[in-house]
């Protein structure tokens, strides 16, 4: 059916009159089928009409709005990767800090356990030498002790054997004999 319309289409291209007699053959071909041409063309305009309204007033603001959404959706996209990166090089960072706190608080405890140990062991040094020097002392009390002893008892013994040679003798002793016994006791009392 279509080869039958091209040459009546070619006609009407040619000149005024053939396009008279075209539309006429387009009207016999058309016409069983109960198209009217010039109804067809006031509905081809018609649809044209409708169409362009509908595209820019319709169609085009929904795709700039389709171009707006995806546009907001790309950036959002970058911007949430942009987000991911951001928080791993945070949790990164977070994870380099929490080491490095982790390091210095094993060195501030160790530096703690070392000045402690050397606070202890200063302590127990002060502590042994507070103690050595009070058994220096306390021996040496001991000893100044145990001389005043001695020469205590070695006057009460002279003394003694003294008092009792005048009564053994029955007389008062010359200062050499006092001075003989007294040495005598003296010997006696260091040999024991």
């Not at 075209?22 to 649809?47: D, R, S, T, W």
């Not at 977070?94 to 703690?112: D, M, N, P």
């Not at 003394?159 to 003798?169: C, D, G, P, S």
Request: aromatic letters at 4%; a neutral charge; hydrophobic letters at 45%.
């Amino acid at each position: 059916m279509h080869h039958e319309i091209l040459p009546f289409l070619t006609l009407a291209a040619d000149s005024p009159s053939a396009m008279d007699s075209g539309l006429e053959a387009v009207k016999q071909v058309l016409g069983p089928f109960g198209v009217k041409p010039m109804l067809l063309l006031a509905q081809i305009v018609n649809f044209g009409i409708v169409a362009a309204v509908i595209y820019y007033f319709a169609v085009k603001p929904v795709i700039a709005t389709v171009d707006t959404r995806n546009k907001t959706i790309a950036d959002g996209l970058q911007n949430a990767e942009e987000v991911k990166r951001k928080l791993a090089e945070t949790e990164a960072k977070q994870a380099e800090v929490l080491k490095q706190a982790s390091l210095e608080g094993k060195k501030v405890i160790a530096e703690a356990r070392d000045t402690g140990k050397a606070l202890v062991d200063k302590a127990a040094q002060d502590a042994t030498r507070t103690a050595e020097d009070i058994i220096k002392k306390g021996n040496e009390a001991v000893a100044l002790e145990r001389q005043k002893m001695l020469s205590d008892l070695r006057r009460e013994v002279a003394t003694l054997v003294v008092t009792t040679a005048n009564r053994v003798l029955g007389r008062d002793l010359t200062a050499d004999e006092r001075a003989r016994f007294n040495t005598s006791a003296a010997q006696d009392l260091s040999k024991n």
